[in-house]
């Protein structure tokens, strides 16, 4: 059996030589090496949690997503591409930053979390307490119900109130 070289099982693009734009839409498109615009596109983090910045995927977005490159590290593209993906990815993995707990309440089986955020008060709700994941040193990611995402980078550095309603969901 032949050995497997994970190198040529990437789709690793030389990043000097593709181009990263937005559409009149506002879709993401990127231009080949070749020539060949794929368009719409949208870029996808291999380990969004652990090394954001690197082997970002850009992948056709249609019903049956095709990868269309490998980006190996989003330092190595130029000034504009840079920027361009970067607003893709704060678009794509856009998450409020929790900066405080109003209140937690729950009803018919859901909890209704009431909160202050970097981008201002939002009221959402969770189904279960498996919507919430805890990291190491006080770090949640928390999913409501209608998929959006919440970041609390320390529960611990908080407010007392908000710490103490936490402690009573995780």
Known sequence: MKPINIEDELKLVDVERIQLTFDSFGNLSVQMPDGV???????????PLSDANRYIAIQTDDRSPQEVCLIEDIEQLNEKNRKVLENALDKAYFMPIITGLLSINRRFGVTEWEVETNRGP?????????????FEEGRLLIKD??????????????????????????
Do not use: W
């Open 145 to 170: 119900i209608d998929g959006n995402r919440y970041e609390i980078p320390n529960y611990f550095k908080l407010d007392k109130r908000s710490v103490t309603l936490i402690e009573t969901q995780v």
């Open 122 to 134: 939002v009221t959402f709700d969770l189904s279960s307490r498996s919507a919430i994941t805890q």
């Open 37 to 47: 615009v794929h368009c719409p596109v949208v870029p996808i983090r291999s380990f």
